[in-house]
């Protein structure tokens, strides 16, 4: 079996935060299911606004989300995808912020499931890669918006929009979930506030090599693992040429904090 996938301010309209209004729904039906479109959705100010899973190819095994929010921002995450933790809820401006980047930016609602396995069986014959990974979980996103829900699925989303970067879709897919994913990483480290923290001291490590490079963020972590003795190996992952840029701090329950840059897949420091 795969292992869950690694990477990766512009208000809406006040309506956004209206129960009743723009992000009021209820995200229906199974979470393996593939659905090419929005269903119709019913009112539910409790349900889930927005959700991720990590669907794994093996028959009768509960799906649990990655994450879940819903619309006052509270937030639900599940990083090994058995135990489910409550995060810090999110700030208007923090949800307005993740609405504008899925459905402006990424345009998520665009999306069709059966188009993007169109595309990706397309894209397979006429480039002689295969577009089957075998054991590969599918990345189901659902969202409720304008009172209805939609629902995203596909295979191996990180591996295949690297194989085939041609398919415009696959790669607003796999820029969504490295979002969430984003959002999942943060909330495991605390919040935002903590996170920026953790970009401050990575910076600094990297700035050894490159006293120019740009700052990271607490959108550049990628990723959080939490080992049995409380340490965390925590990433920093940003794209750039020729390698992409990798820096990976692990925290200790009882001492400090060790730092090291990557450059592509050979340590640097």
Known sequence: MMS??????????????????????????????????????????????????????????????????????????????????????????????LFDDLVRTHRILELDSRRLQFQLDDASRSSGLSAQIPGAASTLVELSWDGRAYRVECPAVGLLSRRFPQIDDLQRLAAVQGRLQNLVAVSQVGGFPAAETLAREGTAQLRQDDPRAVPLTSRDLSMVRTLPDGSQFIQFYRESRPQPTIVTLTRFPDAGRRVSVFNGASEVR
């Open 4 to 97: 869950r996938p690694f990477p990766l301010l512009v208000c809406l309209a006040p309506a956004l935060f209206s129960l009743g209004g723009l992000i009021g729904g209820r995200l229906d039906g199974v979470c393996h299911a593939v659905e090419p479109a929005a269903t119709a959705a019913v009112n539910s100010a409790s349900a889930p606004l927005l959700r991720m899973t990590f669907v794994e190819p093996v028959p009768g095994q509960p799906a649990v989300p990655a994450i879940e929010i819903d619309q006052a921002g509270a937030v639900r995450i599940s990083p090994d995808g058995r135990q489910v933790f409550e995060a810090p809820a999110l700030s208007r401006a923090e949800m307005a912020r």
